[in-house]
């Protein structure tokens, strides 16, 4: 995908993700506008976490295919304009149908998203 079909699906996602948020909105609102769009457009959940990455792999976002939804994980402890930005990267691979290469950040994700979920069933989602 070119810079320019990215730009263009973030436009069509702001323009989709503009027509239920009242203005000023919160960083995270606006991040969950963004998925709700991207859900409507792919035809199928796309969620929305915040988890903070170990620091041992340099990795700040993440998108998991779970086949039905996709879960999309954007590192808690930075600034939300730089969340803003590894969400857009993220929907990108939404868009294109790929995770991308990140093999090292499949089981960190795997225990960060474990919230009383087995972390082998999550990893074996990561690792799809």
Sequence with gaps: MTTKAMKSL??????????????????????REF?????????????????SFPADIPVSGLRLDCGDHSIIVVE??????????????ELWHEECGHCGAHDAASPAAARA????????????????
């Excluded at 702001?14 to 919160?26: I, T, Y």
């Excluded at 769009?37 to 988890?51: E, K, N, Y």
């Excluded at 808690?76 to 990267?89: D, R």
């Excluded at 474990?114 to 690792?127: C, I």
Aim: with cysteine; glycine share 4%; aromatic share 2%.
């Design 10 to 31: 973030l436009t069509a996602l702001a323009r989709e993700a503009s027509k239920s948020l009242r203005r000023p909105a919160e960083p995270a609102a606006v991040m």
């Design 35 to 51: 998925c709700r769009a991207m859900s409507v457009r792919v035809g199928h959940p796309v969620q929305l976490v915040f988890r």
């Design 76 to 89: 808690e402890a930075t600034v939300p304009e730089a969340q803003l930005v590894i969400l857009g990267h």
């Design 113 to 128: 998203l474990t919230d009383g979920r087995s972390p082998d069933a999550v990893r074996r989602a990561a690792e799809q």
